[in-house]
């Protein structure tokens, strides 16, 4: 495995979302690698994306997103779950990809279909947010060998509230991946 460059994330949120699908997340703690591989993403475009936490604007939460590409934005929702998100484009354009399911690879026991559970097996919270994925210990990296994938487009999940960004055909995931969180 070799670990992405910022360079890769410093690219249109949707070329970055579909060029993470088949790339491995890597969090080494206390002795244990996980290694999940990225079957499921959503794109969020930036301030001007209903469903983006950065529509909203800069604040202590988002400033991460408004950040330089290439670092994890990793929130809670509904006071339980862990999201992460990896920040896209150049730094204040407050883009970002959130990871929905990984296929696990290695030393994950747990379901691995949903952002939230996602993070819980990959042992991703609240600490992780800001962390430059490019640096040791939490990184994602390209396989050895890549395999062809095929990519399936459909509506974000869960964003209805953002008017026609919620009809919007920025999930992606790998075709016939039972790891996938929602067909």
């Known amino acids: 495995m070799r670990k992405l460059p910022r360079a890769f994330y410093d690219r249109d949120t949707i070329v970055v979302a579909r060029d993470l699908l088949g790339k491995y997340l890597v969090h080494e703690s206390r002795g244990v690698e996980r290694i999940g591989r990225i079957v499921e993403v959503e794109a969020y475009l930036g301030p001007h ?7 909203r604007g800069l604040t202590e939460r988002t400033q991460v997103m408004f ?78 060998k890549s395999e062809p994938v095929v990519i399936v487009k459909r509506p974000r999940v869960g964003v209805d509230y953002a008017g026609h960004w919620a009809r919007r055909h920025l999930r992606f995931y790998v075709k016939g991946n039972p790891f996938v969180s929602k067909r």
């Open 49 to 55: 994306d209903l469903a983006a936490h950065s529509a």
């Open 67 to 144: 950040g330089p590409p290439g670092h994890a934005y990793v929130y809670m929702i509904y006071g339980m779950y862990f999201c992460m998100n990896v920040v896209t484009e150049r730094e204040g354009h407050a883009s970002a990809v959130l990871l929905r399911a990984l296929e696990p690879v290695a030393n994950i026991g747990e379901r691995t279909q949903g952002p939230g559970l996602l993070c819980r097996a990959m042992r991703i919270d609240k600490r992780l947010n800001g962390y430059d994925l490019t640096g040791k210990n939490f990184y994602i990296a390209a396989p050895n």
